[in-house]
T-cell receptor, first 112, second 113 residues
Framework: ETGVTQTPRHLVMGMTNKKSLKCEQH?????MYWYKQSAKKPLELMFV???????ENNSVPSRFSPECPNSSHLFLHLHTLQPEDSALYLC???????????FGPGTRLLVL | TQLLEQSPQFLSIQEGENLTVYCNSS?????LQWYRQEPGEGPVLLVT?????EVKKLKRLTFQFGDARKDSSLHITAAQPGDTGLYLC?????????????FGQGTILTVHP
């Protein structure tokens, strides 16, 4: 499955580091999403982009900064994270906002 | 905030048994999806249901959307070890929340050989 790819697959970072997560979709979709998946909690929507415009910020702390340079690429810039930010970060895309979403494999993030 | 309640949270069964997973809410949804997720991977879409009362079949999996579009079930017949995984329901509320999926907490299914 190469529809939605995410890099890196695993990331360990200290609380003072700056890192970025990358998502790329090859499905010709126009909407992209970032989700956070923590143990024993439902998937949490973080950000939504529709035609490169951010349409949703679900009260996400500013230490997470999304960027969508075009409809195929989505980044999540990370800065001064906390240990409780350790989780699986999932990217998804859909043809347009509201349609069925297709997920990438995720980036497993560990903040020390 | 719409909530989706999935049950059971954990299910451990023997190969060949049947099982049903439920997804319930007090809210009406315009559509509902079922996903399956394996460890270390992202959720993979199994089905989308949009019409109240709709039934869809995918090999040994049968999905049903409630008449009132507030609940759904996933039934697996003759489960196999390859069915092991996390099953997630997700719903699109529509209206001003259109485009936002609400996820249930998931059902972890383990099928023993």
């Amino acid at each position: 499955e190469t529809g939605v790819t995410q890099t890196p697959r695993h990331l360990v970072m200290g609380m003072t580091n700056k890192k970025s997560l990358k998502c790329e979709q090859h499905l010709g979709h126009n909407a992209m999403y970032w989700y956070k998946q923590s143990a024993k909690k439902p998937l949490e929507l973080m950000f939504v982009y529709n035609f490169k415009e951010q349409t949703e910020n679900n009260s996400v702390p500013s230490r997470f900064s999304p960027e969508c340079p075009n409809s195929s690429h989505l980044f999540l810039h990370l800065h001064t994270l906390q240990p409780e930010d350790s989780a699986l970060y999932l990217c998804a895309s859909s043809r347009t906002s509201g349609e069925t979403q297709y997920f990438g494999p995720g980036t497993r993030l560990l903040v020390l | 905030t719409q909530l989706l309640e999935q049950s059971p949270q954990f299910l451990s069964i023997q190969e060949g048994e049947n099982l049903t997973v439920y997804c319930n809410s007090s809210s009406v949804f315009s559509s509902l999806q079922w996903y399956r997720q394996e460890p270390g991977e992202g959720p993979v879409l199994l089905v989308t249901v949009v019409t109240g009362g709709e039934v869809k079949k995918l090999k040994r999996l049968t999905f049903q959307f409630g008449d009132a579009r507030k609940d759904s079930s996933l039934h697996i017949t003759a489960a196999q070890p390859g069915d092991t995984g996390l099953y997630l329901c997700a719903a699109n509320a529509g209206g001003t929340s259109y485009g936002k999926l609400t996820f249930g907490q998931g059902t972890i299914l383990t099928v023993h050989p």
